[in-house]
T-cell receptor, first 111, second 112 residues
């Protein structure tokens, strides 16, 4: 079983739609969680951290469910510019030295 | 302020050739990393360096060596390239506690 698993997609949605991605992780002791965004042929960039109580950044909402060991990302009012691959990232041991990346979920927002 | 700079951007090698990927950061981070990214596999950690003078193996270190020359620079060497090393390579630097990784723009390597 992969340490961090994501549905690869693609998720094809119209502009203005709400879309949600989930990610599961295997290490129950993991403490830190993140969503990164990666545009085609570009480097990954931090989108947002995921906090235990859930957090929001504009149109983006991240949630953590420790009991079921999954993280979610909700995007409201999708824009064409949201088209990208979204990477779920976990710090598995909180030692601060390593991050484990999921395979990514591809989102395509259509006009 | 360049952030993380890696070179070259593209490289084609023949099986058995060697090469070094260079990475430099100007953000004064202690930790630096080399990842490879393959379709459907996500990013996999090759080697990392928690601080100047230290290096550790990641998930997929075989066939690679690294050097943390100083705080700024972290290079990745392929001594004898193999087709299985065809991939996109990313260097990254991390802030304290790894709350955020900053990536270079990547190196697309093809081994024929």
């Amino acid at each position: 079983r992969k340490e961090v698993e994501q549905d690869p997609g693609p998720f094809n949605v119209p502009e203005g739609a709400t879309v949600a991605f989930n990610c599961t992780y295997s290490n129950s002791a993991s403490q830190s969680f993140f969503w990164y965004r990666q545009d085609c042929r570009k480097e990954p960039k931090l989108l947002m951290s995921v906090y235990s109580s859930g957090n929001e950044d504009g149109r983006f909402t991240a949630q953590l469910n420790r009991a079921s060991q999954y993280i979610s990302l909700l995007i409201r009012d999708s824009k064409l510019s949201d088209s990208a691959t979204y990477l779920c990232v976990v710090n598995p041991n909180n030692a601060g030295n390593m991050l484990t990346f999921g395979g990514g979920t591809r989102l395509m927002v259509k006009p | 302020n360049a952030g993380v700079t890696q070179t070259p951007k593209f490289q084609v090698l023949k099986t058995g050739q060697s090469m070094t990927l260079q990475c430099a950061q100007d953000m004064n981070h202690n930790s630096m990393y080399w990842y490879r990214q393959d379709p459907g596999m996500g990013l996999r950690l090759i080697y990392y360096s928690a601080s100047e003078g230290t290096t550790d193996k990641g998930e997929v270190p075989n066939g690679y060596n690294v050097s943390r020359l100083n705080k700024r620079e972290f290079s990745l060497r392929l001594e004898s390239a193999a087709p299985s090393q065809t991939s996109v390579y990313f260097c990254a630097a991390g802030d304290r506690g790894l709350k955020k990784l900053f990536f270079g723009s990547g190196t697309q390597l093809s081994v024929l």
